[in-house]
């Protein structure tokens, strides 16, 4: 056997170059099966965690929807502040439930928007307003969001009905805290003649 090594450890013969071409087959070979054997690790890999990827997906669905039994304590315990505050005539903890850039929508008037919100309770506690109620007909949502809609009553210091109607309200969650983001108010009383 004629020979010499070249500089990576193969035989180069003088009679030609079949065993190096041989020898790369089989080196190509091996890489091409260990490429494939890899494939196939990873497909099977994957596709035994197909059934987790999926379970994850179902958890995140779920995560994404709204805990109703939350959101209706939550918002009657905020009803219930609404109602003390207007009771002790304090505009400036009404409004503080609205985030900055809110917006209070009535009927016969222009959106009222961020600090403004705070002068159109004053205003409403100023033309008497004493008493407000709530009660909530229903909830709706998201994590991000709650839909509440309802109906309120007004009256006045000595129990006057001053305002019957309904509302819708977006409640909006930004890290954590939860604050009114729109605020749609409409009377049910008739138009005074």
Known sequence: MNGNRNGKGKYLYDDGCIFLLCNEKIDIMHKIWAVIFGVFICYGFFSCNAGSNQKNFNEKAQSTTLDKKWARS??????????????????VALASHYWPDAELLLDNSEVVKGMNIVNAWGGAIRMGVKEMTFSTTDITGSPAYIIETGQYEMKD??????????YVVVWENRNG??????DIGSTSLQAAK
Do not use: H, P
Request: avoid cysteine; charge should be positive; charged fraction near 30%.
């Open 74 to 91: 939550f918002v009657d315990s905020i009803n219930q502040k609404f109602s003390e505050q207007i009771a002790a005539g304090d505009s």
């Open 157 to 166: 210091a000595t129990k006057s009905l001053l305002d019957r109607g309904k």
């Open 177 to 182: 805290q939860w604050r009114l983001y729109r």
